[in-house]
């Protein structure tokens, strides 16, 4: 069976069509963008965060003349800036990280056996580690299997993540971390080890990237570990993973999910007013303690006089993978308890209004 046929949940997040092991994108909705930045931002504090001593710098390459080749960009002359501005102030290990974003999709995909996901546009993070070559190999091995952990983390079906076989060319080392759908794998990023002084022969620019390592007073020239993610091909292998967990909801990582948090209005009408302002509250107290709780709420008044309306909504709700509910109603104006529903059980628990961000902030942050 053809994934797109299977996945039809898909549809709310995507427009795709499968032609054996190619799937073409046509078009995306705002909840897979809001999907695909919340894996970029979680990405890159990733990369900052898990190694404090590794100084990183972030620059957008959108425009910056890159050919395929592994090495071209680092000719770049926004790239070589950040790596000066580094190089004065930091011993290896330092990283840069780029954001590039291709109008057009030009790279042709080599048809390896893999599946292979075509979107009109390229969306790509590349980070550069500059490593002594003493520690590259070692470094290299290490890489791989911290960022397969991270994948495994926001990924519905940890065990689906693999490293593929180590592949060589003369002049570099590479793998990738793979998903697996259904019987296909799909590449979700790449790794690269090479050294600089394979790939530049030019000695005036090979002089910008000599580099301080520790307890060493010459400057030597270091290798590179190049990642290269496809955000785009790396938030559809995630959502292929989230509604292929179950047929009851799309299992996003509450970190990744389009909203963490839909806040409902379910009350009389007599008091719809009073409750339209107490979510507009809520949602306010939470955007400026936390902004990176994303809260759908669509600030209507809804009376659901059956509790199949009301289930109806969370379905809905479900199906694109708000992991919580919020549900404020006319006790909520009077004792101040709201209902919290966690979307993987449907098990609602009281939560009072003074507790509410501490605690959504605990259950967001946390792991």
Not at 162 to 189: A, C, G, M, Y
Not at 256 to 269: D, F, H, R
Request: glycine letters at 2%; charged letters at 25%.
């Amino acid at each position: 069976m053809k994934i797109v046929e299977k996945l039809s949940r898909i549809k709310q997040f995507a427009d795709l069509e499968q032609k054996n092991n190619v799937i073409t994108v046509r078009n995306v909705t705002p909840l897979f963008n809001n999907v695909l930045n919340n894996v970029k931002n979680e990405y890159l504090k990733f990369h900052t965060s898990r190694e404090p001593k590794i100084r990183s710098t972030f620059i957008d390459s959108t425009g910056e003349k890159d050919a395929n080749d592994y090495a071209a960009y680092l000719h770049n002359s926004k790239f070589i800036d950040a790596f000066v501005e580094l190089k004065e102030s930091q011993e290896l290990p330092f990283c840069i990280s780029e954001e590039i974003k291709e109008k057009n999709n030009l790279i042709e995909c080599i048809d390896d056996g893999t599946l292979r996901v075509i979107f009109p546009k390229r969306y790509l993070l590349r980070t550069s580690y500059f490593v002594s070559n003493s520690f590259s190999n070692e470094s290299f091995y290490h890489m791989q299997r911290q960022h397969k952990i991270w994948w495994m983390k926001y990924g519905s079906y940890p065990g689906k993540y693999r490293i593929s076989d180590q592949k060589s060319d003369p002049k570099f080392k590479f793998v990738n971390i793979q998903s697996t759908v259904t019987d296909h794998l799909l590449n979700v990023e790449s790794f690269k080890l090479f050294s600089l002084k394979d790939c530049i022969k030019d000695k005036e620019l090979l002089s910008n990237f000599l580099s301080k390592i520790p307890n060493h007073k010459k400057e030597v020239l270091p290798d590179v570990i190049k990642t290269v993610v496809d955000l785009n091909a790396a938030t559809m292998a995630l959502l292929f993973d989230a509604v292929n967990l179950t047929d009851y909801y799309t299992a996003f990582h509450r970190r990744i999910a389009p909203y963490q948090l839909s806040i409902v209005c379910n009350g009389s009408k007599e008091y719809s007013e009073e409750l339209t302002d107490l979510a507009r509250y809520v949602q306010l107290l939470i955007m400026e303690t936390e902004p990176r709780i994303q809260v759908l709420n669509e600030l209507k008044h809804k009376s659901y006089d059956e509790d199949s309306m009301l289930d109806k909504l969370f379905n809905s709700y479900d199906t694109i993978g708000i992991p919580y509910n919020l549900v404020l109603d006319d006790n909520s104006l009077d004792d101040g308890f709201l209902q919290l529903r966690n979307r993987n059980t449907t098990l609602s628990e009281k939560v009072h209004l003074s507790d509410v961000t501490n605690y959504l902030i605990k259950v967001f942050t946390s792991g």
